[in-house]
Nanobody, 126 residues
Framework: HVQLVESGGGLVQPGGSLRLSCAASGFTFSNYWMYWVRQAPGKGLEWVAVINSAGMSRWYADSVEGRFTISRDNAKNTVYLGMDNLEPEDTALYYC???????????????????WGQGTQVTVSS
């Protein structure tokens, strides 16, 4: 069955870095666009970044542009999110998700995507 498993979250000080990973299984990973979305406490889902199926094109939310980097390894069925210069406002539950094509913000629900994981918590605090 389809499974997306995120890892790499944790507690980090402002200005620090983290790298999230999402391991995919149960579908042809290289055919899917991969997304990272997040949900901060008391807020709705926020579209963060997307990478197309071949890994040749990437797009970012304005709030993370220049600080976050999405990448993928189709041989390992894994998508990554590198996060630098983290801010307290980046504190959220981060989900990876898949879709056969572009899903444009705003995101209303994880069910906008074909599949999604259980999330990994990122907390930015001193």
């Amino acid at each position: 069955h389809v499974q997306l498993v995120e890892s790499g979250g944790g507690l980090v000080q402002p200005g620090g870095s983290l790298r999230l990973s999402c391991a995919a299984s149960g579908f042809t990973f290289s055919n899917y666009w991969m997304y990272w979305v997040r949900q901060a406490p008391g807020k709705g889902l926020e579209w963060v970044a997307v990478i197309n199926s071949a890994g040749m094109s990437r797009w970012y939310a304005d709030s993370v542009e220049g600080r976050f980097t999405i990448s993928r390894d189709n041989a390992k069925n894994t998508v990554y999110l590198g996060m630098d210069n983290l801010e307290p406002e980046d504190t959220a539950l981060y989900y990876c998700a898949s879709a056969t094509g572009p899903i444009r913000p705003p995101i209303s629900a994880l069910s906008d995507f074909d599949s999604w994981g259980q999330g990994t918590q990122v907390t930015v605090s001193s």
